[in-house]
T-cell receptor, first 113, second 114 residues
Framework: AQSVTQLGSHVSVSEGALVLLRCNYS??????LFWYVQYPNQGLQLLLK??????LVKGINGFEAEFKKSETSFHLTKPSAHMRDAAEYFC???????????FGKGTRLSVIA | DAGVTQSPTHLIKTRGQHVTLRCSPI?????VSWYQQVLGQGPQFIFQ???????GRGNFPDRFSARQFPNYSSELNVNALLLGDSALYLC?????????????FGSGTRLTVV
């Protein structure tokens, strides 16, 4: 079975600082990996996805993530944080063959002015 | 194009009651999945339906059931509600059973059981 571990339930950064949200996965087969963002009282919005193509994936709102098989990681980064980036971020994994998404517990990002 | 729409957005039920949540997928999407998100946790998979057939079920009790209609909309039913069923229920749609392009989620239904 697949699983995801998000390190740090809460991350706080200053506006303009680097954002780094950590995600490690466990999967016995090559995975698909996703990052979703959830703003208060809203559903999930897909930021980016890795589906076995390029290991460096660029998403919306300036976010990107790098798939590192040797480290079983898929960390999310953004060079410069904006106030509007404050939200909950979820890493998720699935594998080929009709499997549902398995989510991590989420990381709440706070951006300080 | 309209996204995934869920109704109602909020509701309050009493323990022991029954609830029905509804979801309309994006036009052209034939698969609908349901997730439960308890406060402070990531979403947990409940069901997936494709072409009106159940294609996956998570680790939830039989009080939870769902169905998909010919127009691909879906209902999630929960019987004998417990306080622990209070959560945000999310519906996701995708064109096929396994969409490697990422599921599209609705805004959810916030269920409070008192």
């Amino acid at each position: 079975a697949q699983s995801v571990t998000q390190l740090g339930s809460h991350v706080s950064v200053s506006e303009g600082a680097l954002v780094l949200l950590r995600c490690n996965y466990s999967s016995s087969v090559p995975p698909y990996l996703f990052w979703y963002v959830q703003y208060p009282n809203q559903g999930l919005q897909l930021l980016l996805k890795y589906t076995s193509a390029a290991t460096l994936v660029k998403g919306i709102n300036g976010f990107e993530a790098e798939f590192k098989k040797s480290e079983t990681s898929f960390h999310l980064t953004k060079p410069s944080a904006h106030m509007r980036d404050a939200a909950e971020y979820f890493c998720a994994v699935s594998v080929p063959g009709n499997t549902p998404l398995v989510f991590g517990k989420g990381t709440r990002l706070s951006v300080i002015a | 194009d309209a996204g995934v729409t869920q109704s109602p957005t909020h509701l309050i039920k009493t323990r022991g009651q029954h609830v029905t949540l509804r979801c309309s997928p994006i036009s052209g999407h034939k698969s609908v999945s349901w997730y439960q998100q308890v406060l402070g946790q990531g979403p947990q998979f409940i069901f997936q339906y494709y072409e009106k057939e159940e294609r996956g079920r998570g680790n939830f009790p039989d009080r939870f059931s769902a169905r998909q209609f010919p127009n691909y909309s879906s209902e999630l039913n929960v019987n004998a509600l417990l306080l622990g069923d209070s959560a945000l229920y999310l519906c996701a749609s995708n064109p096929i059973v396994q969409d490697i392009h990422g599921y599209t989620f609705g805004s959810g239904t916030r269920l409070t059981v008192v």
